[in-house]
């Protein structure tokens, strides 16, 4: 069995409906997007880190945190990861740098 970031998504809204006092993810979304997108902001630059100098489980472990922060902000903000997936899928159209290069004037 293959745990997919679909699981993890669902995980995600599972544990949205739980207490604070249980659920970390219901904490986190109890301090709103913003404190979702900082904490994200976090995981990544620990991600950055890791896969600049670190051990191979520390780039896994870091992946996995940044991946999870990602799914909840996108619960905090109400955008499902299958939007995401569309968003990923319309990109690939064409090639990286000319999509790369239509994005600039955004």
């Known amino acids: 069995m293959t745990f997919t970031l679909h699981d993890l998504e669902r995980r995600v809204a599972e544990r949205a409906g739980a207490g604070a006092d249980v659920s970390y993810t219901r904490k986190l979304l109890d301090k709103g997007a913003a404190h979702c ?42 955008v499902a990861l299958a939007e995401v997936e569309a968003e990923l899928e319309s990109r690939t159209r064409q090639s990286g740098l000319a999509e790369k290069a239509s994005r600039q004037n955004v």
Request: proline residues 2%; without cysteine.
């Open 37 to 78: 997108a900082r904490k994200m902001g976090e995981e990544a630059i620990e991600t950055v880190l890791a896969g600049a100098n670190e051990p191979r489980d520390r780039v896994i472990a870091e992946s996995a945190d940044l991946l999870y922060h990602l799914l909840v902000l996108l619960k905090a903000r109400d």
